[in-house]
């Protein structure tokens, strides 16, 4: 019993899934005890999503209005609904007083449509690939187990925990330089250190567990993300004022009015 709830334990506490805008755009991980949350309180909707057969994503057959799948394949389920579905071979399950309970992959955050901007997380593999994996006292390049995190100012002076005071650095020349500032070390850094700019939180997304029906929505996977975005009205761009009669720009007699100008009500932004 105690290994059995251990492991519904861990099951609904692994960051197993991923949550889409209402534009179907990944955005963040979850758990499934937090997506449970999310959809109870009609927060956010869960897709089921069909796998089998699933059709070559360069074929014809891949492409509806909004997606890249026939709308057979996903389909929004709300809470009410997602707890009466059938449990099929493949699926993570939770089990209640009830009876079992699929554990969804992917969610949609049904009032959210932005994509938040992210830094990467701070840490070793972060400033080794912000470095380009290259020493940042020798320029070396360095293979990822020749290389270790290198406090510019060491903590026991007082240095922080930061993107600016974190480097990538050849672990003999981080043993060599130990607990003193590089310049006492006769060491100078190729270039100062700082924070990577802020980026989409898709791309700062990752899959580590190879779930399928995520493909379907990372940048490397489908194109079900951008079709959905893509089918919303696009903005114009606004009109220039016209040119005046007498500039030269227009013959002599010619109407200065533009064609457009009387359809700018009609604009679907405005």
């Avoid at 901007?117 to 840490?123: A, D, Q, V, W, Y």
Wanted: charged letters at 30%; a positive charge; hydrophobic letters at 35%.
């Amino acid at each position: 019993m105690a290994v059995r709830k251990h492991c519904m334990s861990s099951r609904l506490t692994k960051a197993t899934v991923l949550v889409l805008n209402r534009n179907w755009q990944p955005i963040n991980v979850r758990t499934p005890q937090e997506a449970f949350c999310m959809m109870a309180t009609n927060v956010a909707t869960a897709l089921e999503i069909e796998r089998e057969d699933l059709p070559d994503p360069e074929s014809d057959s891949f492409r509806t209005p909004h997606s890249a799948l026939p709308t057979s394949k996903v389909r929004p389920v709300t809470w009410e609904e997602w707890i009466t579905l059938p449990v099929r071979d493949r699926d993570e399950v939770v089990h209640t007083v009830r009876g079992a309970i699929r554990l969804p992959t992917v969610i949609v955050a049904v009032n959210f449509a932005k994509v938040p901007k992210k830094r990467p997380k701070l840490c070793a593999r972060a400033i080794r690939e912000r470095d380009g994996n290259r020493c940042q006292y020798t320029g070396r390049l360095l293979r990822p187990e020749e290389g270790s995190l290198d406090h510019v100012v060491p903590r026991s002076r007082g240095g922080r925990d930061a993107w600016e005071n974190l480097v990538w650095s050849a672990k003999e020349v981080n043993q060599r330089k130990g607990d003193r500032l590089p310049h006492e070390a006769g060491l100078k850094l190729v270039s100062v250190p700082h924070a990577p700019k802020e980026l989409p939180a898709s791309a700062l997304i990752r899959n580590p567990h190879q779930i399928p029906e995520w493909k379907l929505f990372m940048a490397e996977g489908s194109r079900l993300s951008q079709r959905r975005s893509s089918s919303r009205p696009q903005r114009r761009a606004p009109l220039r004022s016209p040119p005046r009669p007498g500039t030269g720009r227009f013959p002599p007699g010619a109407s200065h009015r533009s064609p457009e100008a009387g359809r700018a009500r009609d604009w679907p932004w405005r």
